[in-house]
């Protein structure tokens, strides 16, 4: 009933920028906190930063002071501006975002399929 769309990822160089999208749509009611994650190979999903409806922000400490997190209540859409890219950033980055269901109270809690983003040096 909810449905989540990626974009952005991509190859860049050490030191560049990318902007990821995340566009939420469907029977939506109300959306809480919105997440990104990324999964390196042969490491566990981490969450790189996630931001509320009040808008709170957090950020794992691997980047603090370079990804910044922002959402647009209106068109249900967060965005994760990283620069200042490292190699150690490679991963596939996912969108996490949960809520309520539109007519039934019920919490979703869903994933996006995942953006390839690949730093090189």
């Known amino acids: 009933q909810v449905q989540l769309v990626e974009s952005g990822g991509g190859l860049v160089q050490l030191g560049e920028s990318l902007r990821l999208s995340c566009a939420a749509s469907?029977?939506?009611?109300?959306?809480?906190?919105m997440s990104w994650y990324r999964q390196a190979p042969g490491k566990q999903r981490e969450l790189v930063a996630d931001?509320?409806?009040?808008?709170?922000?957090t950020y794992g400490d691997s980047v603090k002071g370079r990804f910044t997190i922002s959402r647009d209540n209106a068109k249900n859409t967060v965005f994760l501006q990283m620069n200042s890219l490292e190699p150690e950033d490679t991963a596939v980055y996912y969108c996490?975002?949960?809520?309520?269901?539109?007519?039934?109270?019920?919490?979703?809690?869903?994933w996006g399929q995942g953006t390839q983003v690949t730093v090189s040096s």
């Open positions: 996490n975002v949960r809520g309520l269901i539109g007519g039934t109270n019920r919490r979703f809690d869903d």
């Open positions: 931001i509320t409806s009040a808008a709170t922000t």
């Open positions: 469907g029977s939506i009611f109300s959306i809480n906190t």
